[in-house]
């Protein structure tokens, strides 16, 4: 029973690999901004020059240099100095210094407006290979790892009985996740490394 589970999430990877390796193209390969505007599916982001967005720029010690774009229209996950409310909200518009969210908890058609140096820290999605589908792929196996031993019969004949083999193995498993799910989705405070600005499309 085990190593059919395990069998089933080496095939949910592999297949995931696959897909993404025929979806690309060497000849057909666009620049990094062209990519962007075709695989972001907000219908403002259209390139025409002269558009504000917010761009935040991290540098880690570690790693390389990535930046992550935020147009009008896009989900925003932030945090403001001397607030403990996070904020997740749809950008509205964008100025020079500051950018506008609409107000969705209290359901009316009223805004709220973000200068720039108030953002603390803002909550970013990164897609990495195996990386991000492990993030959900392996607390899964390991739930499913510790729910099959102890449906399964040991060695005693009684079932709805666990070891501790099994037990260390699901924790891996679901302990890997949560590194997965971090890396993937990072917080990332506003500093010397990662500066928060406003950029116009040219």
Known sequence: MKKYLFSIFAVILINSSVRSQ????????LSSEALFFRQNGNKNINGIPGHKYLTLNSSPRIGKFRRYRFFPGDKIKFRMHNEKFRFKSTIAGITDSSFTIANEATGKMDSREILLKEVRFIKVSRRIPFVSEAAY???????????????NKGTDGISLTTDASAVIVGGALMAAGFVCYKLSFARLKINERNTFKVLETY
């Open 22 to 29: 025929e979806a690309y193209d060497r000849a057909k390969a």
């Open 137 to 151: 792929y392996f607390p899964i196996a390991g739930v499913l790892f510790i729910g099959a031993d102890l449906v």
